[in-house]
């Protein structure tokens, strides 16, 4: 059975900086896309960036620069980096994963087959 489990949300103030942890277990595949979205109250889910097995990244315009996504393959975890917060970042995160690999619009069709309960990130002004 595979599974997702986010950690390291919290609050902080606008500039600041969080890193976001995904645990992945029961997952076998050698190739896959593992991503992280976003989804505020009142909005639509939204794809922040994307990473391939291969190491390939893409992000979403609205995080370039200040977000970076990384894998730590011994560990099975997912990173999500998050500096220069802003609070229109103010959102639930979500990490998930597929067996195969990312594709252009991995982020906005958000087809993945397995997520994460999500883990709340709030920004203040």
């Known amino acids: 059975q595979v599974q997702l489990v986010e950690s390291g949300g919290g609050s902080v103030q606008a500039g600041g900086s969080l890193r976001l942890s995904c645990a992945v277990s029961?997952?076998?595949?050698?190739?896959?896309?593992m991503g992280w979205f976003r989804q505020a109250p009142g909005k639509e889910r939204e794809g922040v960036a994307a990473?391939?097995?291969?190491?390939?990244?893409s992000y979403a315009e609205s995080v370039k620069g200040r977000f970076t996504i990384s894998k730590e393959n011994a560990k099975n975890t997912l990173y999500l980096q998050m500096n220069s917060l802003k609070s229109e970042d103010t959102a639930m995160y979500y990490c998930?994963?597929?067996?195969?690999?990312?594709?252009?619009?991995?982020?906005?069709?958000?087809?993945?087959?397995?997520w994460g309960q999500g883990t709340q990130v709030t920004v203040s002004s």
């Open positions: 029961g997952f076998s595949y050698s190739t896959y896309c």
């Open positions: 990473i391939d097995s291969d190491g390939s990244t």
């Open positions: 998930a994963i597929r067996n195969y690999g990312c594709s252009w619009n991995s982020l906005v069709r958000g087809d993945f087959g397995y």
